[in-house]
């Protein structure tokens, strides 16, 4: 299992934790845990003790385990940036000829509607990466951290999501020199195959998404921006027409196919 894997297992762990907590209680509560009378079928002490350990213990084995598993991967990306260092070439052209195809996260902002990166950088469905630190750059440069980004796998991505749950799933493919990295690759070029729209509302989670709308965001540094969401019939049905586009009119906009 890989570090990354295992991070992600975590924090299913971590998310059920509020569940199994209201399980414990619920249980605690049938064994009279609660009850004062001595009749009870387990002492009350021992469930109160055993209630103290679960709510005290489990989530230090929590924050104990993001501590090892932080390390870890922090021990790795070292080791990665090291062989950067040392410019050895051998994994980085891996696959020379190959399409590159994976999957990324991106916001939809902007009127009209543009992709942008988790990062901030816009760009368009076929688009040249270009360096923000370095104009001398082509990316990917071995030592810098410009060019495009994709996960090998969907589920890296799916997960990245619902941590990002205002992000869209992109199907991408990558051209040009490229580098593998550990989840997945980084490249000169990329290609938006599609948007994979979510199956449901952005807000109310339960309807079918149907319709795109534009939302004011303010953010933590001073500016403040148009966020796209796709949204049910009545999650939508307060935004005036201008604020809101069709699947098929966003598909033309962003110059992409939206499945
Ligand atoms: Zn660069
Ligand atoms: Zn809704």
Redesign the pocket.
């Known amino acids: 299992m890989s570090i990354n894997s295992k991070r992600q297992l975590l924090i299913k762990w971590v998310r059920r934790y509020p569940l199994i907590a209201l399980s414990v209680l619920a249980i605690a509560y049938l064994l009279g845990g609660f009850s004062s009378s001595d009749d009870s079928l387990v002492p009350q002490q021992v469930v109160i003790t055993a209630l103290y350990l679960f709510v005290g213990i489990v989530p230090l084995g929590f924050i104990i385990a993001f501590v090892v598993i932080g390390s870890i991967s922090d021990a790795q990306s070292v080791r990665n940036k090291e062989k950067g260092g040392n410019l050895n070439y051998q994994d980085a052209f891996e696959l020379p000829s190959e399409v590159m195809h994976g999957y990324k996260l991106a916001l939809i902002t902007d009127q009209p509607p543009t992709l942008t990166g988790l990062t901030g950088d816009k760009y368009l469905s076929d688009a040249q990466a270009l360096c923000t630190t370095n104009p001398e750059h082509i990316p990917p440069v071995a030592n810098c951290e410009c060019g495009f980004y994709a996960y090998k796998e969907l589920t890296d991505a799916q997960f990245e999501r619902s941590i990002n749950p205002g992000s869209f799933l992109l199907d991408v493919d990558l051209f040009g020199l490229g580098f593998t990295y550990k989840d997945g690759y980084r490249a000169e070029t990329q290609l938006v195959n599609r948007l994979i729209k979510p199956r449901r509302?952005m807000?109310?989670k339960?309807?079918p998404a149907k319709v795109f709308v534009s939302t004011y965001k303010l953010s933590y540094t001073a500016t403040a921006w148009w966020q796209w969401q796709i949204?049910?019939i009545?999650?939508s049905s307060s935004f005036k027409e201008k604020d809101k586009l069709s699947i098929e009119q966003m598909a033309q906009y962003l110059a992409l196919k939206i499945t």
Do not use: D, E, G
């Open positions: 509302c807000r109310c339960t309807l949204r049910c009545v999650c």
